[in-house]
Nanobody, 119 residues
Framework: QVQLVESGGGLVQAGGSLRLSCAAS????????LGWFRQAPGKEREFVAR????????LVIDSVKGRFAISRDNAKSTVYLQMNSLKPEDTAVYYCAAGWGVGWKYDYWGQGTQVTVSS
C-alpha cells in the first residue's frame, strides 16, 4: 500500500518561504509522476505543480510561477515544493499526489499539510 506523508507546512508572514516535503513509501517512487495540489477554505482543490518521473519536466500554475518550484529526490522517495514570496492567497491545505498510470493521473494522495500566510 502506497503512503504519502507531507510535512513542512506552518504559519509564515507574507513574503516568507516554506519548503513542503512529501515522503512516499510502498511503491516504486521513480516510476511515479508527482503533483502538488491545494485547497483553500470554501474552495475546490486546485492543481499547483507537477513533475515527471525523471524530474526533467515540471509545470506550475501561472499564479505561483516564479515563486514556487517542484523537485524530487528519487533516492529519498521524496517530492518537494519550494514556496517563496508567499502571499495570503496561498493559504490552503497542500496535498501531494502520486500516479503510476498513463499520463498525469494520480492514484494516491497524502493527508495534507496546512500553510497559512499572514498579511
Amino acid at each position: 500500500q502506497v503512503q504519502l506523508v507531507e510535512s513542512g507546512g506552518g504559519l509564515v508572514q507574507a513574503g516568507g518561504s516554506l519548503r513542503l516535503s512529501c515522503a512516499a513509501s510502498g511503491g516504486t517512487f521513480s516510476n511515479a509522476v508527482l503533483g502538488w495540489f491545494r485547497q483553500a477554505p470554501g474552495k475546490e482543490r486546485e492543481f499547483v505543480a507537477r513533475i515527471s518521473m525523471s524530474g526533467g519536466s515540471t509545470l506550475v500554475i501561472d499564479s505561483v510561477k516564479g515563486r514556487f518550484a517542484i523537485s524530487r529526490d528519487n533516492a529519498k522517495s521524496t517530492v518537494y515544493l519550494q514556496m517563496n514570496s508567499l502571499k495570503p492567497e496561498d493559504t490552503a491545505v497542500y496535498y501531494c499526489a502520486a500516479g503510476w498510470g498513463v499520463g498525469w493521473k494520480y492514484d494516491y494522495w497524502g493527508q495534507g499539510t496546512q500553510v497559512t500566510v499572514s498579511s
